[in-house]
């Protein structure tokens, strides 16, 4: 059995178990078979999830990192559909490293005088930090367009208590 020394920790599990201490033992000894486990840094997680529709040559920010929390995605996914019309283009969903550096996290060139459809869909299992309070936007480049592309990203903020 290992004693729990630190007092935070054992006021801790009494507000986190909203035990009466009048009336009930606070437990300050774990065993193999009962084990507290807490989060000290009290992490609270919101998901978000965000799409947006780009026509022809233009960019559209598709979402902006908060301000005051961070940011983190974890998937992404860029289609289009574009006409035999369409010439030079690329396709970009441009984000914002928490460096500062700005990178074409997915991209989708094109085919010159082709109809076309694509779509990329990117997972992150080690969640990517974006920058606080920057776009996340997709950017169509092309000198004649007839195309739609969308964009998709989910991610989530934590903030410490």
Known sequence: MAKIESERVVKEIIEGLSLS????????ETN?????VFDPQHRKFCNIGATVDASNATSVTLFTTPSDRD?????????????ASSTSLISALVITMDDGSTVNIIRIPTFTTTAQTASINATF????????????????STAIANIKTTGTIVGFTEETA
């Open 21 to 28: 201490t009048g009336r009930e033992s606070v437990p300050t």
């Open 125 to 140: 299992p080690i969640p990517i930090k974006l920058a606080r309070n920057t776009g996340v936007s997709i950017t169509n």
């Open 71 to 83: 940011f983190y995605l974890v998937s992404a996914n860029l289609s289009l559909i574009k006409d």
């Open 32 to 36: 193999d078979k009962v084990q507290v």
